[in-house]
């Protein structure tokens, strides 16, 4: 096991066989839909190339960069978005994937502005991860591989000061190694 992780909640073996699922229940969902995957960077981004190899329907793929953590382990509470131009979704249903669901200020947010903004007909969400509490602000979520304790995870896309995201599994880091 990496050593500046303190436990692992899920592995790699736990997160295959959970994709397989997730997989299968969105090609059911969205087959006939005109689809275009939307994820937000960089978390998402490993959960997103793994979930839509095992998507069998045509779909495009485009990123969006927003901000709601700024280095910590503690939620801002402000989005803000990056930079750049944003993906051309007008009148396509969005499959919106991120990394972990917590306060759910991020999702609700572009999901907000997919809608009102950028002209989506649908929009649903996939998360691996979704922390059991309260949210900050509500969002419907259809496709979560795994609750979880409201605790801190790195790994699979999940980062430590941008460290982190390519480990395999999804674990707590211990905070005596977190600088490792
Ligand atoms: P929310 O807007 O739902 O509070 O937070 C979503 C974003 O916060 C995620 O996309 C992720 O970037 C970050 N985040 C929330 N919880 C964790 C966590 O436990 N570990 C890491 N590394 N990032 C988290
Ligand atoms: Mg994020
Ligand atoms: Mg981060």
Known sequence: MHGAIEKVLFS???IRARLDELGAMITEDLRGEKVSAVVILHGGIIF?????????????????????YYGGTESSGEVSF?????????????????DILDTGRTLAAVKRKLLEEMGATAVSCAVMLAKDKKRADEVDVEYVGFEMADEFVVGYGLDYQERYRNLPF???????????
């Open 170 to 180: 999804i674990g707590v880091l211990d905070p005596t190694h977190a600088d490792a």
């Open 82 to 98: 990056g930079e750049g131009a944003l993906p051309d979704v007008e009148g396509r249903h969005v499959l919106l994937i991120d």
């Open 12 to 14: 790699e073996a736990d």
């Open 48 to 68: 997103t190339a793994d979930l839509l190899r095992r998507v069998q329907i045509p779909l495009t793929i485009d990123s969006l960069s927003v901000r709601s």
